[in-house]
Nanobody, 124 residues
């Protein structure tokens, strides 16, 4: 099992930036995939971005592409989600999740372990 600890959420003004971190520990493979998801009040959880450690591929949803950047530190087993040009509609609880292998996935059901979530609030 993998434990994920997130940090970095907070309250920002429209146009501001935040960087979320997600550190993985436990029995993690060298081919892990980290995904970021978010859930706004009253809405379903949605995919934001993901990267694959094995082939360094990344993918971001259309709603955040060009504003959010996903990256990682393989030595620290830590993933990052840089949130720029934030909008009020980005307000949500952001979750990181890991699957041990198999490439990028956009479906939350294909991830095995989840972080506790971190709140991002963008004031207008």
């Amino acid at each position: 099992q993998v434990q994920l600890v997130e940090s970095g959420g907070g309250l920002v003004q429209t146009g501001g930036s935040l960087r979320l971190s997600c550190t993985a520990s436990g029995r993690i493979s060298n081919t892990w995939v980290m995904g970021w998801f978010r859930q706004a009040p009253g809405k379903e959880r949605e995919f934001v971005a993901a990267f694959s450690r094995s082939d360094s591929t990344t993918y971001a949803s259309a709603s955040v592409r060009g504003r959010f950047t996903i990256s990682r530190d393989n030595v620290k087993n830590t993933g990052y989600l840089q949130l720029n040009s934030l909008r009020p509609e980005d307000t949500a609880v952001y979750y990181c999740a890991v699957r041990q292998s198999g490439g990028l996935r956009l479906n939350e059901r294909e991830y095995d372990d989840w972080g506790q979530g971190t709140q991002v609030t963008v004031a207008s």
